[in-house]
Nanobody, 120 residues
Framework: QVTVVESGGGLVQAGGSLRLSCAAS????????MGWYRQAPGKQRELVAQ???????NYSDSVKGRFTVERANAENTIALQVNSLTSEDTAVYYC??????????????WGQGTQVTVSS
């Protein structure tokens, strides 16, 4: 079993910054990729940023240049630096983690989410 835990959300003024962290722990065979999704009220969950095992990154157009995803020093941990926040960034941010199994399959896990609220 794998547990994914996010931290770092909160209330911030427009133009401000936050740093979100996500740590996965448990029976992990091999890291494949981890990423951040968000879901605003009344909207579908969307991919925000993703980082692969080779540290290549992928961002949604709405956050390019403002958000940065990186692998942290701790194993199976990533961070999301979010800058120049606007009210459009208000959402619950979820961490997604995918790991290879011993048989080569791919298991996917989600965290419980962390709320980011941007006040104008």
């Amino acid at each position: 079993q794998v547990t994914v835990v996010e931290s770092g959300g909160g209330l911030v003024q427009a133009g401000g910054s936050l740093r979100l962290s996500c740590a996965a722990s448990g029976s992990i065979v091999r890291f494949n990729d981890m990423g951040w999704y968000r879901q605003a009220p009344g909207k579908q969950r969307e991919l925000v940023a993703q980082i692969t095992k080779t540290s290549s990154t992928n961002y949604s157009d709405s956050v390019k240049g403002r958000f940065t995803v990186e692998r942290a020093n701790a194993e199976n941990t990533i961070a999301l630096q979010v800058n120049s926040l606007t009210s459009e960034d208000t959402a619950v941010y979820y961490c997604n983690a995918r790991f290879r199994t011993a048989l080569g399959g791919l298991d996917e896990y989600w965290g419980q989410g962390t709320q980011v609220t941007v006040s104008s």
